[in-house]
């Protein structure tokens, strides 16, 4: 059965100056795939889901979601039309409640206009109506639910972890990019979150790339990854493939045997 390439990335290179954070770097993902991105510190993991998300405009090469050409689309146009993210550093709203985080997210889906905020019209109310409950469906799902009216900035690291997860899910998005999301989580914490992931992957019919320091997580879960090194890509495959690969091993781990 044919395959459905949903993001690719050809030839691309995003350089900050004299620095090359991606160095020519391409790589298809599938449609409902778990794909991961690993490589030492500064390999360019990140970087590589800013230019998917439009927070940098890749200095050449082409970004694809579908047939849609990504590099000079905004970061709000890109969330819109079906890529949402979490942050390496969480940027939730922290006065905010958790509810309101998600509510505010499904911004871009509204179906109403400024007058119909003005006239508070049966539109608008309706609308209203149909985000909240999305909202807490969600977090319902993720098991976030008496979390709702509490204020975000004032739950513990792992609980806000999961509001950003939440908050992308809001998005209504088809492809979730995760950016290490198990990052300052115990052992414990991290198989909930393994669990969390396919889960959501299942339940939301969703593509989703995680870009993680736990070679733990990524190696249960992720169906294929993407090693990189100072920008360039040293491998990709099957996490079965990559253990014994000496080039990954050298790069990654910094061993041979």
């Known amino acids: ?19 090359k954070a991606i160095d020519d770097v391409t790589f298809d993902i599938d449609k409902g795939r778990l794909f991961g991105i690993i490589g030492p510190n500064g390999a360019g993991k990140t970087t590589i889901f800013n230019v998917i998300t439009g927070m940098y405009i890749p200095t050449s090469g082409e970004i694809y979601y579908r047939d849609q050409q990504l590099n000079r689309l905004m970061p709000h146009t890109i969330t819109g039309n079906g890529i949402a993210r979490t942050f ?9 409640t958790v509810l309101d985080n998600l509510k505010i997210a499904n911004f871009s889906h509204t179906k109403y206009g400024l007058l119909d905020v003005f006239l508070q019209s049966r539109k608008f109310k309706q609308e209203e109506e149909r985000i909240e409950e999305t909202s ?5 799902f993720l098991k976030l639910e008496r ?52 889960n959501i992957r299942d339940h939301y019919d969703l593509t989703i ?28 495959g099957q996490p079965e493939q990559l253990k014994t690969n000496p080039v990954v091993l ?3 781990l910094g061993k041979t045997s």
Request: net charge negative.
């Open 136 to 140: 807490m469906e969600i977090l319902k």
């Open 147 to 198: 979390l709702a009216n509490k204020r975000a900035g004032s739950l513990p690291y792992g609980e806000q972890r999961r509001v950003e997860i939440a908050r992308a899910l809001s998005c209504n998005p088809e492809v979730l990019l995760l950016d290490e999301p198990a990052a300052g989580m115990n052992p414990a914490e991290i198989r909930d979150l393994n669990q969390l992931i396919l």
């Open 209 to 236: 790339m995680v870009v993680e320091h736990q070679m733990r997580l990524v190696m249960e879960i992720c169906e294929e990854i993407l090693v990189l090194n100072f920008g360039k890509k040293l491998a990709i």
């Open 250 to 252: 050298e790069a990654y």
């Open 88 to 96: 390496q550093n969480i940027r939730l709203f922290e006065d905010q």
């Open 1 to 19: 059965m044919d395959t459905e390439k949903i993001i690719s990335l050809k030839n691309v290179c995003m350089y900050f100056g004299g620095i």
